[in-house]
Every structure is written in C-alpha cells, then in structure tokens.
C-alpha cells in the first residue's frame, strides 16, 4: 500500500494537469493590442483678477489617469470579467483606485460579439505616466490573461469616430503627436480586422500615412447600418513608437444640437416657436411627458431629461418614449460632492436598460476633467468666461472674472481629457453674474466659436427662456443668438466633421484654430484685440486684423474660400504656395469664421415632420419642421403655399404672414450654402390630417402616453394606425389649433378597422375658448360600417350643431371604446370648409410625393381606394350617417321596442357591454370597454337615470331626432 501511494499521486498529479490543460483550452481569453493611457491633462495656472486681489487656479497634480484595454473571450462559451489584476493586484486594493467600467459585462463565445472594453481609473501609482505595469484579467471561467504595457500617452491618438449621417459608414480620425511621420499597417473594429488595401477601408487623400503632428481619416464602410449605441471597440496599429492605440465608444447619431437650458420652455408654445426662429433644437430642465412629446412632435425640441428615475424597471419603461436625446445623468456633480464612482454607478443601470438613449454629464471644474470623463456616453462643460456668470474659484467662495480665452482653453482641456468621446459645451449667452449684468453679444460669440474650433459636437445655450427677445437687457442677445444660429446652419456639418488641428499660425497675437474634414476645413479666428479692466469689468473691443495661415491636408489641394456671415457664404480673396494657404483677416465682432472647399453638388435630404406647430392668439400660426443634414450645413429654406414660394426662412420655422384656408397646402424644401436645393418634403394640408409621411402622426398622440396599455399609434403606408389592447379605450388628441368654427362646415373620416364589437362607433369631439373641457356636447358619432380591409368615408355636418361655435381650440378622437384589440388605420381627417361642407373633395393626391401645381388636391397617380381614380367619396363609398345608440333600426327615430330596451336598462338599475348582445349592451353588468350608451348622459356612470329615460321619450313621442350639440345628449328632436 505504501510502496503504491507515490504512483497513485503521480497519477492524480497528472490526471489534474491533463484536466487544467483541457479546461484551458475550453476557456481562454486575450488582452489585445490597443491598450491606450489617458493621463490628465493640467489647467496650469491662471492668473485671475479677483474682489480680494490675485490669486490662481491651481490645482493639485493628479498623478494618475485612466486606462482602456480591450478583453476578448477566446474560447467557445459564454464568459465575463471577474477581476482586473494590475501588477497581480486586485485593481481595487490600491488606495490610488478610483473606479472602474466594464462593457458589455457579459461576453459572448468567441465570434459573437466577445470583446469588452475595459476602463480603470487611477489617481496615482501604480497607473502613473512613465510606469511600467501588467494588466491582468480573470474571468469567471478560470482563464487568466495578462499584457505587460507602458503608461504613456499614444503617439497615434483616436481623435474622433463619427458616423456618416446614414449609419453605413464610420470615420475615423487618426493624429499623429510625433514628430515623425506613422504609417497605418491596420484597423480593428469590434472582430473585424482591416489592412490598407481592403475593401471596405479607405483614407481621404488615399495615403494611410500620418504626417508629423498631422491628421488622417479613414472610412469604414459597414456591411449593415449602425444599430442606436453599438458598442465600437477600436483600435488602430502603426509603425511608430508603441505600435497601436485604441478607443472605446457607443454609437451615436450624426447631429450637432444647438440647445438652451430652460424648464420654463416645454410649457410655452410662444417661446418654443421663438426657440425654433432662433435655430434651438434641444432643450433640458424637464420631466413632463406632455410637453416633451408636444416639444418633438408640433416643434422638432429634443429634450436632454434630467435623470430622476433609478430603478431598472423605471429606467427600461422611460426608454420606450420618444421625444428625448439623452440622459442628464448629473449637472456639475465636481461641485456637488459626487464622485466620479457614484456618477458611474448612476450611468450603469441606464446603459443596461436602455438600448436607445446615450448618457451625459456636464462639469464645472476643469480637475474632473479626466476623472469624470469616461463615466458617461457624452461628455460636457460649462465656463463662462464674461461677467462671472459665475465664475467661483472651486471649493471656495471666491468670485472672479474669467479672461476671455479661457473659453478656448477650458474645451481644448476637455477635450484632451476626454477625446475621443462626444464632446459638447454650454455657451454663455442671457444669465446674469456676480456684477449683475448680461454678457456683451461680442463675448457670446467669442466663446460660441471658441467652442466650436476646439472640436465641440454641440452647443447648449445657458440660456435661451421664453420672452427673452422682449427684454431689454437680452434682446441684443437673443438677436446676437439668431445671426450665431444662422451662421451655425450653414457650416453645422463641417463643424460636426471636422478635427482640431495645430496647421493654424498668425501673424498677429490672435487665437486661431482650424477644424479639418473630409470635403472642407472650418477656420475660426477670435478677436483678442480687447482690454479688460475693473471690477466689474470694463471691455473694450479693436479691430483684428492680420493674415491666417494655414497648411491643408493632402485631400483639400485646391480650395475655395469663403467668410461665413448671417446672410451666408461670401467669396474672398486667399493666396497659395503649396499646401500653405494665407487668408488676410480684419473685424471688429468676437469672432471671424472660414469655410476652406470647394462648392460641392449633393443637395440636403428633404425636410421632415412639416406640421402647423403653433396658433397664437391674434390668429397667426407658425409652421415647423426638422432640419435636415447637408455635408456642409443648410443656407434656407423655401415654404411653398399651394405651389406658390410665400417665404424663404434661415431657420427651419416660419410664422405665416396671414392664417391659411382650410385645406390649403404647404411644402418646404432646404438648400446648402451652395445652392443646391433638396427634394420637398411631404406635403401636409391645413386641418386636414393625412398621414402620408412615414413615422410622422401629424402630432396625434394618445391620451396616456406612457401606459403599458396605450394604444400603439404609428403612421405607416400613408394611414394612421392605432392599435388598442384587450378592453382599452383609444383616445387620440390633436395639436392645439386656433380656428372660427363658421369657416368649417363638416368634419370627414377615412377609416378601415378590423374590430368585430358590435356596433363599431368613432367620436370626434372639439373644444373652443368658451368650453375647454371635452364633452359628448361637443362632438358627433361616425357608426362604422363592417370591419374590412377597405378604407370607407364617412362625413358629419357641423354648423347645424349649436356646440360647433366660436373658437376652436382643439380635437379627439375616439376610433371606438368598445375596441378589444382592434387595429384602426385612418387614411385621413379632414375638416372641409362651409361653403362645401366636406363633400365633393377628390382625396389627397399623390401618395407620398410632393406637387407644387397649385390644386388644393391634385389628382393621384393611379386608382383611390374605394373607387376609381377622381371620384369623390361620398358618391363612390357612401357617407355614413350616425344615430343614437338605442335607434337599432337606424331609421332616425326611437320605436316602442327600442325605448322599452332602455327603460329595461333603467329597472336593471345599471347595464353594462355585451358584445353578444344585438345593441351592444346588457342590463345588470358593471360597465366596461365599450361606447357609452347615447342615453348615458347626466352622469355618464353606466346608470339610466330618470331624467336620461325622460329624454328618450320625449325623442319617442316626437317621432324622429337629429344629431345636434346644442344639448346634453347631443341630439335635437325633428
């Protein structure tokens, strides 16, 4: 026995290592090339001119960093990170930890998506610059990987990844910070791999190598669209010091907001049409579903909502909205005693939860820059720079008065903290400071532009609030906003493409920077000719003048130049000697601004959601639209009334000179700075809702938005369709709108359903300024025919109505209460003018294009639903007239067996739906999903009271009713 033990322990010895060995082969895992060191990058020290005297922003050195490496499970089954080892140390045993990012936290089997992007941070040893460490993983499998890695800064940094507008395409923006030209040997995206020469890669300029403190741009072309916040693990390989980089982002869409900070706005129909005027897309400060779906649909606002919600569940629910393009996930938290781990621990449920929306923060302090950088999708900053809007020396109570560059600075520190994530910068503009005075219009747009050519990707307005233009100490502002916004339009998309780039010198001790893009560059001087004393400040401004020089990359050879001005692109003069362009300058505003390229031929897309936005109380109506994207930016719009050009805005709103006709018809299309004009858009018809543009309802909403059981409402193949669920009601609600009720004659519906409740009823309802609420009073029923696939109209009289009077302030819609999941698809609703009554009308026109023929309603290319091409409805598919729900026979008058139907209803002492029933009801049931019977009216509460039964026989025994809105029950005797 004895003499055998050392053999059964050599055998078990050797059976365990066989196991390990078979176990490593199953489970496996990689760091790879790509590992990337983000050191902090410093303020420095500021002089600042303080109430106490001189003083500094001097912070303490922070020694760390953060660092990004990328994790690829290699074996055939699903894994995750368990430990992040540096050193064969927990990461998080170090006192220097600060936090730490793991995505996605799950890793599938190798070929399916099994890389992770892992993020450290690190206020000190042993991730320091110039620290030589090992990084180390251990999954939960077992397996083990590490990589030995030097923290320095890369020599080829990823300075940005920027989708193409359409989401097929990524570009890529390689710099080279050495003074050695680096040559791209390969990309990786995500599991795909590229070399030079491959077909889907490709750089501007065809050359793959970067020249010294130069830029090149790769493009990678997709085999499928870009889904919304895709993880995109980047790295790049180059023959230069350290030999790759990388970078690790979630997609997200191609768009330069221009925002306002302003709870005050979503509430304020005025002030959004304002905000729009001005070019305000975005705004933030809101929670209220109402007015953010109302802001996106009438006026095109995105909102940026305040983080409020914590849990998973309420998290994924507020994901299914729309209306919304971010999370603020925290506002200032450097000031608000939140650190960057708790910012983290904030984002990390929303990024589990919600597939759509990114997330971002704003900072206040440039120290946090690089600790708060990576915790979120976007990152942001406010400085203001005039008038101490304020500006507090951090962790003190000091006011001081910023220097005006310092805007220049401060985003050119974020983004060397940060790069290569989305960047965005709050800019002054109307908010009083420490001395209690507005920002000069010179100043905004000083730091506007500062923003801009330090690589921002958005601006945010602090701050744009309803009633601004008509004060007298911001309507110089808000004017100075609009010509900002106007000259934003027309280079956004050579903003949004271009890279900072060190290729700008002047002659003259003036800031200058230049954005490089693929078909342009963005040359932006600032004016520093300017002295700044006292306290308060006292500013004043010179001329600037001098030459700007700049070395264009090897893509743009043989540029034009342009100044972009409020009015739009203006031709001057330059001077070339081989890629050195020399532009001369002078100006007496806060900044001057230069589109370097040649005039380009694509024209915009057409502009999308065109819909009557607003009705403001004198009887003007405004029009809105969402901008569309150029590669350079939009000079104007033209509006078309019936074929007819009425206005050529800057901005996509337009407040028309004189209210429309009924049915009168609107199209707008957008041009480029260089006069090519986009296709029009959809054309959409005054109060007569058609449903044609694709995902665009016309600003019809369901009652309860945000209900599990809302019915889903959509516009699909030109129809709006609005799908109920077991025993809901589906209330649909228009815009607000501002109309004489004695201008419009008959209200007329184009509807298909499939619900097989018996009888199918859709109400229309109205309000006015005298009756707000909506009430049976104020509508007419439409008694819908047998399902089908087939559209049918159906028209309702309304001036013979007494409730149809006065103002008309707005609409609802009842497709049917008694709906148990049924599908309504509504072609049109038309409100036809009195002289007509809503009869004779040929329907829409061509489905889906645009015309500018001057017709009201052109005629269709091919046949209408429901009968051949030009026939009118009402004579081709019959109008449907409605009768009171105890009128069985539909003669228009109550018989005997009819009244003692309700008079059962009555004894019963409640009734209730009964789809199985020949009217729809049954006496002694507790109420449910169905129409309310006509005679339930005083109260409406599933109970016939003895008023109500006395009503229906005075109908009896006056031998015939009419439907009417002059009474409680909406129906006159005849």
């Known amino acids: 026995m004895f003499t055998t033990q050392p053999f059964f322990r050599l055998w078990l010895w050797a059976w365990c290592v066989l196991y390990l060995a078979a176990s490593a082969q199953m489970h496996g895992a990689e760091i790879l090339p790509g590992t990337i060191f983000h050191p902090p990058a410093s303020a420095g020290t500021f002089p600042l001119s303080v109430i106490s005297g001189e003083t500094s922003e001097d912070?303490?050195?922070?020694?760390?960093?953060?660092?990004?490496?990328?994790?690829?499970?290699?074996?055939?089954?699903?894994?995750?990170?368990?430990?992040?080892?540096?050193?064969?140390?927990?990461?998080?045993?170090?006192?220097?930890?600060?936090?730490?990012?793991?995505?996605?936290?799950?890793?599938?089997?190798?070929?399916?998506?099994?890389?992770?992007?892992?993020?450290?941070?690190?206020?000190?040893?042993?991730?320091?610059?110039?620290?030589?460490?090992?990084?180390?993983?251990?999954?939960?499998?077992?397996?083990?990987?590490?990589?030995?890695?030097?923290?320095?800064?890369?020599?080829?940094?990823?300075?940005?990844?920027?989708?193409?507008?359409?989401?097929?395409?990524?570009?890529?923006?390689?710099?080279?910070?050495?003074?050695?030209?680096?040559?791209?040997?390969?990309?990786?995206?995500?599991?795909?791999?590229?070399?030079?020469?491959?077909?889907?890669?490709?750089?501007?300029?065809?050359?793959?190598?970067?020249?010294?403190?130069?830029?090149?741009i790769v493009r990678i072309e997709m085999e499928q669209l870009i889904a919304p916040l895709t993880p995109l693990h980047f790295r790049v390989q180059h023959d230069g010091a350290g030999g790759s980089s990388g970078a690790f982002l979630r997609h997200l869409p191609a768009a330069f907001p221009l925002a306002t900070w302003s709870s005050d706005l979503p509430n304020d129909p005025d002030g959004m049409t304002v905000a729009r005027l001005l070019g305000i897309d975005t705004f933030t400060g809101t929670r209220n579903w109402n007015a953010i779906y109302a802001a996106r649909d009438r006026f095109h606002l995105e909102t940026l909502r305040p983080l409020a919600v914590s849990t998973e569940a309420d998290i994924a629910s507020d994901s299914q909205a729309e209306g919304d393009w971010a999370w603020l996930v925290s506002d200032e938290p450097d000031l608000n005693s939140t650190s960057a781990s708790e910012l983290l621990a904030r984002n990390q449920p929303v990024w589990a939860n919600d597939p759509f929306h990114p997330t971002f923060v704003t900072l206040a302090t440039s120290a946090a820059f690089n600790e708060y950088a990576a915790t979120t999708d976007i990152i942001s900053m406010d400085h203001y720079a005039m008038y101490s809007a304020p500006n507090v020396v951090p962790f003190t109570w000091i006011f001081r008065e910023a220097r005006m560059e310092e805007a220049l600075q401060w985003t050119d520190l974020l983004k060397a903290n940060s790069e290569p994530q989305r960047m965005w910068s709050w800019v002054q503009l109307a908010a009083r400071g420490t001395w209690n005075v507005q920002p000069e219009p010179w100043g905004v747009a000083y730091q506007f532009w500062a923003h801009v050519m330090s690589g921002a990707k958005g601006l945010l307005w602090f701050r744009y609030a309803p009633g601004y233009e008509n004060r007298s100490d911001t309507e110089a502002l808000i004017a100075e906003s609009e010509s900002l916004a106007r000259m934003l339009s027309l280079v956004r998309g050579a903003a949004f493409y271009g890279e900072p780039i060190p290729w700008a010198s002047l002659d003259q001790p003036y800031h200058a920077r230049a954005l490089a893009g693929p078909q342009s560059m963005l040359a932006v001087v600032l004016n520093d000719a300017h002295t700044q004393t006292g306290l308060p400040p006292v500013y004043n401004t010179g001329t600037a003048a001098g030459n700007l020089d700049l070395q264009l990359p090897a893509w743009l050879s043989a540029p034009e130049v342009y100044q972009v001005t409020p009015e739009g692109l203006v031709p001057i003069p330059s001077s070339k000697a081989g890629a050195q362009l020399r532009i001369p300058f002078a100006f007496q505003t806060g900044a001057a601004v230069y589109l370097v390229g040649s005039p380009e031929h694509l024209p915009p897309g057409a502009p999308a959601g065109l819909?009557?936005?607003?009705?403001?109380?004198?009887?003007?109506?405004?029009?809105?639209?969402?901008?569309?994207?150029?590669?350079?930016?939009?000079?104007?719009?033209?509006?078309y009334q019936n074929g007819e050009l009425i206005a050529e805005p800057g901005t996509p709103a337009l407040v028309l000179a004189s209210p429309p006709a009924l049915q009168d018809r609107f199209e707008v299309t957008a041009y480029d700075p260089f006069g090519n004009e986009s296709p029009a858009s959809i054309p959409v018809a005054y109060l007569a809702y058609e449903f044609d543009e694709t995902g665009y309802t016309q600003t019809w909403r369901p009652s309860n938005v945000l209900s599990n059981t809302a019915p889903a409402l959509k516009a699909e193949n030109g129809a709006l369709v609005c799908t109920t669920n077991e025993g809901n009601t589906a209330v649909l609600y228009s815009a607000p709108v501002r109309v004489d009720a004695s201008s419009i004659g008959s209200v007329s519906l184009r509807i298909a359903h499939d619900n097989d409740s018996n009888p199918t009823r859709a109400r229309f309802y109205w309000t006015t300024e005298e009756a707000p609420s909506f009430s049976n009073a104020r509508s007419v029923t439409f008694r819908l025919k047998a399902p089908g696939s087939s559209f049918k109209t159906y028209t309702a009289d309304l001036l013979p109505d007494a409730g149809w009077s006065g103002i008309i302030t707005r609409f609802r819609f009842t497709p049917s209460v008694e709906a148990a999941g049924a599908t309504f698809r509504i072609d049109n609703l038309t409100l036809g003018p009195a002289e007509s009554e809503g009869e004779g009308q040929t329907e829409g026109g061509t489905e889906g294009e645009g015309s500018r023929d001057g017709a009201p309603f052109p005629d269709g290319e091919g046949t209408y639903e429901g009968g051949e091409e030009g026939a009118t409805e009402g004579t081709s598919e019959g109008e449907v007239p409605f009768f009171h729900s105890a009128d069985q026979s539909e003669n228009g008058a109550i018989e005997l067996q009819e009244l003692l139907r309700v008079i059962q209803f009555y004894n019963a002492g409640r009734f209730g739906?009964?789809?199985?029933?020949?009217?729809?009801?049954?006496?002694?049931?507790?109420?449910?999903?169905?129409?309310?019977?006509?005679?339930?009216?005083?109260?409406?509460?599933?109970?016939?009271?003895?008023?109500?039964?006395?009503?229906?026989?005075?109908?009896?025994?006056?031998?015939?009713?009419?439907?009417?809105?002059?009474?409680?029950d909406g129906f006159c005797p005849t």
């Open 59 to 216: 912070w303490p050195p922070n020694l760390g960093g953060r660092l990004t490496f990328f994790v690829q499970n290699t074996s055939g089954e699903p894994d995750a990170i368990k430990t992040i080892l540096v050193n064969e140390t927990s990461a998080d045993n170090y006192e220097s930890f600060q936090w730490m990012r793991v995505w996605p936290p799950a890793l599938e089997a190798e070929g399916a998506g099994a890389i992770a992007a892992v993020v450290v941070c690190f206020s000190g040893p042993p991730v320091a610059a110039g620290e030589a460490i090992t990084l180390g993983v251990q999954m939960s499998s077992g397996a083990m990987a590490t990589r030995r890695f030097k923290c320095a800064p890369p020599v080829v940094a990823v300075a940005n990844l920027l989708p193409e507008p359409d989401d097929r395409a990524l570009l890529a923006y390689l710099r080279n910070d050495s003074d050695t030209a680096t040559n791209i040997t390969g990309i990786s995206l995500n599991e795909e791999d590229f070399v030079p020469g491959s077909p889907r890669l490709s750089a501007y300029g065809q050359s793959y190598v970067i020249p010294p403190r130069g830029l090149c």
């Open 611 to 639: 819909n009557f936005a607003h009705h403001f109380d004198d009887g003007r109506v405004a029009l809105s639209w969402q901008e569309p994207w150029d590669n350079t930016g939009i000079a104007g719009y033209r509006v």
């Open 913 to 968: 739906c009964d789809t199985d029933s020949e009217d729809g009801y049954a006496p002694g049931r507790d109420g449910g999903a169905c129409d309310p019977h006509d005679s339930d009216f005083a109260p409406q509460d599933w109970r016939i009271q003895l008023g109500e039964l006395l009503r229906l026989i005075q109908l009896y025994t006056l031998g015939g009713y009419r439907v009417c809105g002059s009474t409680e």
